[in-house]
T-cell receptor, first 112, second 113 residues
């Protein structure tokens, strides 16, 4: 099956710990994105990558880091510097920038 | 400032009824507008995508309209079903840049039997 896979679905983290969210796609898409979704708000862009080994900050990149070593993978690390990390995180991919995006099923991160 | 505003914020209708969701945007220059359906705790799924030259597009019981002059779009759902209960998100893209994709905050639709 072609698609985009996020794991894990639920994640709990203690304050002060870094945690990495996985995102893998087998759609052969060049562009990948990470969004954060909070209740009552639109999705906000954290980081995006339009090609392997290159990525750019989105609107709310502080406290997050990413890598794009392989075309199919775009992991997101939530660092201890992120002040309010509890949220629903969505990964997406598209053939190119600004074409239709396909979303993963999301990871709900809770800081305890 | 690029913005996408959706209304109403939430809506409850009876099964079988029709409804229309609204999206107003100030994104410029306009590239395309998409409607997504997002079930609770899941990722959004694309319903329609419309470019500047298109003013109507249908996907089954979903029909989207676009008025590029007034910068308004609507999503009409016909003969609603319980499975239509979800959030509907309007997304507007400006230029050909991944950073210029603006998401509305969504309309939460609940269908009652």
């Amino acid at each position: 099956d072609g698609g985009i896979t996020q794991s894990p679905k639920y994640l709990f983290r203690k304050e002060g710990q870094n945690v990495t969210l996985s995102c893998e796609q087998n759609l052969n898409h060049d562009a990948m994105y990470w969004y954060r979704q909070d209740p009552g708000q639109g999705l906000r862009l954290i980081y995006y990558s339009q090609i392997v080994n290159d990525f750019q900050k989105g609107d709310i990149a502080e406290g997050y880091s990413v890598s794009r070593e392989k075309k199919e993978s775009f992991p997101l690390t939530v660092t201890s510097a992120q002040k309010n990390p509890t949220a629903f995180y969505l990964c997406a991919s598209s053939q190119a920038a600004n074409t239709e995006a396909f979303f993963g099923q999301g990871t709900r991160l809770t800081v305890v | 400032k690029n913005q996408v505003e959706q209304s109403p914020q939430s809506l409850i209708i009876l099964e079988g009824k029709n409804c229309t969701l609204q999206c107003n945007y100030t994104v410029s220059p306009f590239s395309n507008l998409r409607w997504y359906k997002q079930d609770t705790g899941r990722g959004p799924v694309s319903l329609t995508i419309m470019t500047f030259s298109e003013n109507t597009k249908s996907n089954g019981r979903y029909t989207a309209t676009l008025d590029a002059d007034t910068k308004q779009s609507s999503l009409h759902i016909t003969a609603s079903q319980l499975s239509d209960s979800a959030s509907y998100i309007c997304v507007v893209s400006a230029e050909s840049s991944a950073s210029k994709i603006i998401f509305g905050s969504g309309t939460r639709l609940s269908i009652r039997p």
